[in-house]
């Protein structure tokens, strides 16, 4: 987890050194060794060989960038994005998990570091619910952006719910992977058609998934308005204990029988994210993907839609 207390105990100022490789290789080494560091807790050390390596790898520590809703993770990067040269949040953020509350200081932090990192690729963030369209002009400066896990009606207007969702501004036009946190179980068929017309317009959309409950008419309808390019509908649901997925299924999505719907339990979604960004582990995506390519090649039985057979809902 990115802390405070953890990266002020691990940095310390670098050493001098001539490098004894050719400079070019010396830089490939060290910054596939920083790479290589999963868990970034090696990188520091390294920062400690010699400047030239300090300068190479700072971008690297900030990789993966994990703020939760604590008071010194907000005061921290707001330190940092003051006293780092902008190259920093330019070369180094590439996964970030944002979740840093509705106070006014850290919308105003999260806002700041969103702009200074155009070359995120994988963004989590919860936006908070008052600031309608605050954070949409960073976003529109992301043209590496490639997932994205967020709640789109908080990002572009709560009060308006789905109708204020418009995904054809720039920064969305690279996405692959999109994970929607909406609350969607009374979404009216206006709504959803809203949505999937919305989601047909990302011409590099390719995985869809929706965490919660939904309503039947909503799949049906992305689904077949985004038939030409997507290769996977999640459905992520929390445990709540209440019915077996195949009593779910049968009461909420019966008639739904296209391929691509995979049903998957949804947990400690901040654990298993820092793994897959880390590359630890594999995301869900992958699981989802080899679940619909089993069923099309009949490993699995077409009338299966979840991947764990014990799961509740």
């Known amino acids: 987890m990115f802390l405070a207390e953890w990266w002020l105990r691990l940095t310390y100022p670098p050493v001098a050194g001539a490098p004894r490789l050719p400079e070019d290789l010396e830089r490939e080494i060290f910054i596939r060794a920083a790479l290589a560091d999963t868990r970034g807790t090696h990188i520091p050390r390294l920062l400690r060989v010699a400047k030239r390596v300090h300068s190479w790898l700072e971008p690297y520590l900030y990789r993966v960038l994990l703020l939760l809703d604590y008071t010194d993770n907000a005061k921290f990067i707001a330190d940092r994005l003051t006293s780092k040269p902008p190259h920093i949040w330019r070369d180094g953020p590439r996964h970030l998990f944002l979740a840093l509350g509705d106070d006014s200081p850290n919308v105003t932090v999260m806002r700041e570091l969103l702009s200074a990192c155009p070359r995120l690729e994988d963004i989590n963030f919860y936006p908070p619910d008052d600031q309608p369209g605050v954070f949409l002009p960073a976003l529109r400066g992301m043209e590496e952006l490639r997932q994205l896990s967020t709640e789109l009606a908080a990002l572009f207007d709560r009060t308006r719910g789905i109708s204020s969702i418009d995904l054809t501004g720039p920064g969305f036009a690279a996405l692959t992977h999109l ?105 869900f995506w992958v699981e989802a993907e080899q679940f619909v390519a089993q069923k099309r090649q009949k490993q699995i039985d077409a009338d299966t839609f979840w991947t764990d057979e014990n799961m509740t809902v």
């Open 179 to 283: 994970m929607l946190f909406d609350d969607l179980p009374f979404v009216t068929e206006f709504e959803a058609t809203h949505l999937s017309t919305q989601l047909a317009l990302l011409p590099a959309l390719t995985h869809l998934a929706l965490v919660g409950t939904i309503q039947k008419h909503l799949v049906i309808a992305i689904l077949t308005t985004c038939d030409a390019t997507l290769r996977v509908l999640v459905n992520r649901r929390p445990d709540l204990r209440r019915h077996t997925v195949q009593t779910m299924y049968e009461r909420e999505l019966s008639g739904v029988t296209d391929v691509r719907l995979v049903i998957m339990p949804f947990g400690v979604w901040v654990g298993e994210w820092e793994d897959a960004a880390r590359g630890v582990k594999d995301d």
